[in-house]
């Protein structure tokens, strides 16, 4: 089973800064994966960036980058350079190769020009 | 990335009624999932697939039933709408293989409102 917890339910950068989303999550399974997703007012979730639990290398897409540690199960979403279009309600979610997602409870991000 | 369309994307429908929400996905993708989702709140899985007539119900019970007779296609049923069903409704696949295994895509997603 597992648990994915977001403590902070709203979020707000001023348009080009960085922030960081955080993430913690609890599982009982070895091979797992982690992801961010992005939900826009359009309802439409969007893959940001996933993260293989035995890779130690932070993940890293473009603007958005991970910190993944695995011994503090935390796994928290850094957007460089933040832009108008990355404001949106973000996910994170653990899953494994079995394929069931568990979401966490969202955080609404808001981008400020 | 998967092709997912759902349709409709928006339905308004009295109590009582018998519903659809139709989810297609065109990469071939074995594994299939249907969300429910309130307004600015998480996702909960409610069904899911890993193939053709395989089906399972997900961690949030759900009055609903779905069925999976093709790979590409996963209809998700409401026999009698009530209002306690309004909310939005979103389909995913994921591949079946080791490559970028576990990965969901999402499609647009139903936003159902049940008067």
């Known amino acids: 089973a597992q648990t994915v917890t977001q403590s902070q339910p709203e979020m707000s950068v001023q348009e080009a800064e960085t922030v960081t989303l955080s993430c913690t999550y609890d599982t009982s399974e070895s091979d797992y994966y982690l992801f961010w997703y992005k939900q826009p007012p359009s309802r439409q979730m969007i893959l940001v960036i996933r993260?293989?639990?035995?890779?130690?290398q932070n993940a890293t897409e473009n603007r958005f980058s991970v910190n993944f540690q695995k011994a503090a199960k935390s796994f928290s979403l850094k957007i460089s350079d933040s832009q108008l279009g990355d404001a949106a309600m973000y996910f994170c979610?653990?899953?494994?190769?079995?394929?069931?997602?568990?979401f966490g409870q969202g955080t609404i991000l808001t981008v400020h020009p | 990335e998967a092709d997912i369309y759902q349709t409709p994307r928006y339905l308004v429908i009295g109590t009582g009624k018998k519903i659809t929400l139709e989810c297609s996905q065109t990469?071939?993708?074995?594994?299939m999932y249907w969300y429910q989702q309130d307004p600015g709140m998480e996702l909960h899985l409610i069904h899911y697939s890993y193939g053709v007539n395989s089906t399972e119900k997900g961690d949030l019970s759900s009055e609903s039933t779905v069925s999976r007779i093709r790979t590409e296609h996963f209809p998700l049923t409401l026999e009698s709408a009530r209002p306690s069903h309004t909310s939005q409704y979103l389909c995913?696949?994921?591949?079946?293989?080791?490559?970028?295994?576990?990965?969901?895509?999402f499609g647009p997603g139903t936003r159902l409102l049940v008067l």
């Open positions: 995913a696949s994921a591949p079946g293989g080791a490559s970028r295994r576990a990965t969901q895509y």
């Open positions: 993260q293989e639990a035995y890779k130690q």
């Open positions: 979610a653990g899953g494994t190769s079995y394929g069931k997602l568990t």
């Open positions: 990469m071939g993708h074995d594994k």
